[in-house]
């Protein structure tokens, strides 16, 4: 995260009165959770975690752009915000 952002993520936690420790990896760590409760196959939430690919999921490299972010919406635990 850039320090810009984690500025900002801090103000809103610090103005939520969260009083524990929230970082980068706890934020990608509930988006995970909540992916995997809205149904999200493990290896696409690794593909949009951005993490290294397993053999077994080779067959998403060739995934195209568009489909990857068509993926990302359906499972995107916060689309209610927007």
């Known amino acids: 995260m850039?320090?810009?952002g984690a500025i900002k993520f801090n103000n809103?936690?610090?103005e939520?009165?969260?009083f524990k420790?929230?970082?980068t990896h706890t934020f990608r760590k509930?988006?995970?959770t909540l992916r995997a409760k809205k149904g999200c196959p493990a290896?696409?939430?690794?593909?949009l975690l951005n993490h290294k690919l397993t053999v077994n999921q080779k067959y998403?490299?060739?995934m195209a752009d568009e489909e990857?972010?068509?993926e990302f919406d359906i499972y995107n635990p916060f689309n209610f915000l927007f």
Do not use: C, F, P, S
């Not at 290896?43 to 593909?47: N, T, Y």
């Open 12 to 14: 809103v936690v610090d």
């Open 21 to 23: 420790r929230v970082g």
């Open 16 to 18: 939520e009165g969260v």
């Open 2 to 4: 850039h320090l810009r």
């Open 68 to 70: 990857l972010v068509k």
């Open 60 to 62: 998403y490299n060739k």
């Open 43 to 47: 290896g696409l939430m690794e593909r």
């Open 30 to 32: 509930t988006i995970n």
